[in-house]
């Protein structure tokens, strides 16, 4: 009989144990959790978790400055594809991921067409074209864009790129603008249908969405080369160009990109990514609670305004709501940033609400998990 007894004992435990592994593989970061971090924080830890940096001349260097700066993602453009093998590039992403205490988001320009940092190196996609998002939606339609969203996130997550800054959610009616052929090409109601659908076949594959380019480019010159305006009212942009946004939103999208454009009506004195205004616009009236990011800082637009007002771009971007900064101006950025809290024109509070938002986005993209939290508080 003790036998017996012994025999079914070790049978139920047999049964019991895949479930307790299960449970512990599929452990999710608490957002009590995510607060305890932040709390161990440095104001410094903080703030580095809110940039998103460029990679260095060579993957040595790229990083050696992910460790030394500790920053809260990187940025691939096509130089970073080139020349390697698949293997090879996924190696290198997880070097980088080694250097930090907390996980990289690590993002790249993927909207298919004249924006497409896989084209840069076909090697390690097969040699796949990809192919605007107008010629996709001409070919497939709307399933044929939500099909496609699905295939190029499953790339970029074998890859181990977690964020795409795609998809543009700009409607412009003019061929001839600056962001025409790289929009849908259709109505703002068409478009809004397109990029619901777009949003979770994308983001279903632990790849977070970047709506952009809020609050929407319109027929607006480059901002990559000097300043950009859209006139439109405001209530112009509340009926056509925040309806794509507004479904994207809907549709879950994790992440906004916001432009450097001028929208005079809205706010007149600070381009959009440095516009309080504009980014009160994106949580109050279209109640986004994701992460905000704005577009790059480098730009033609942003370098000029910083030069011609004496002003810290990085610091405009946090005191207008920006969680996120596309930025390589770490090194005295962050100093800045950290005066500027000092001198109570930036509250801490602030900076803390934007690396929840940032940790949130890591824990949910499947990157940041028990087992981070625990080499993190034990460091």
Do not use: W
Request: charged share 15%; with cysteine; net charge positive.
């Amino acid at each position: 009989m003790k036998r017996i007894s012994i025999i079914l004992s070790a049978f139920i435990l047999c049964l019991i144990m895949p479930f307790t592994v299960v449970n512990a593989q599929n452990q999710k970061v608490s957002n009590q959790q995510l607060k305890t971090i932040i709390k161990k924080m440095s104001l410094q830890q903080k703030i580095a978790q809110m940039y998103i940096i460029s990679t260095q001349a060579n993957q040595q260097n790229t990083a050696a400055a992910i460790q030394k700066e500790q920053p809260g993602g990187i940025i691939l453009f096509g130089n970073d594809f080139k020349d390697q093998t698949k293997q090879q590039f996924v190696n290198n992403l997880n070097n980088y991921q080694k250097q930090v205490k907390l996980p990289l988001l690590i993002g790249t320009d993927q909207e298919g067409g004249s924006v497409s940092r896989l084209s840069a190196n076909p090697e390690l996609t097969g040699n796949r074209n990809f192919p605007s998002p107008q010629q996709v939606y001409q070919t497939g339609g709307q399933q044929g864009v939500a099909a496609e969203a699905t295939a190029v996130a499953e790339i970029l997550h074998s890859l181990q790129i977690n964020l795409n800054f795609a998809p543009v959610a700009d409607v412009s009616n003019n061929q001839q603008s600056f962001i025409y052929s790289r929009t849908l090409g259709l109505s703002y109601r068409q478009t809004a249908a397109v990029i619901k659908a777009e949003i979770p076949a994308m983001q279903k594959n632990h790849v977070a969405a970047s709506l952009k380019h809020f609050p929407g480019y319109g027929s607006a010159g480059d901002t990559h080369t000097g300043f950009a305006t859209n006139n439109k009212s405001l209530k112009e942009f509340e009926k056509n160009d925040f309806v794509p946004f507004r479904a994207g939103i809907q549709a879950g999208a994790q992440v906004v990109l916001v432009s450097h454009i001028f929208a005079n009506a809205i706010d007149a004195k600070y381009p959009a990514s440095l516009s309080p205004k504009i980014h009160r616009i994106l949580r109050q009236k279209l109640h986004f609670k994701g992460v905000i990011i704005t577009d790059d800082l480098t730009m033609g637009a942003i370098t000029k305004f910083a030069t011609e007002k004496h002003v810290s771009a990085d610091v405009l971007a946090v005191k207008a709501g920006n969680d996120l900064l596309l930025s390589n101006d770490l090194p005295t950025g962050l100093p800045a940033i950290v005066q500027a809290v000092k001198k109570h024109q930036i509250r801490e509070s602030q900076i803390n609400d934007s690396v929840y938002r940032i940790l949130k986005l890591k824990r949910d993209l499947g990157i940041l998990n028990p087992q981070n939290i625990k080499i993190y508080q034990n460091n």
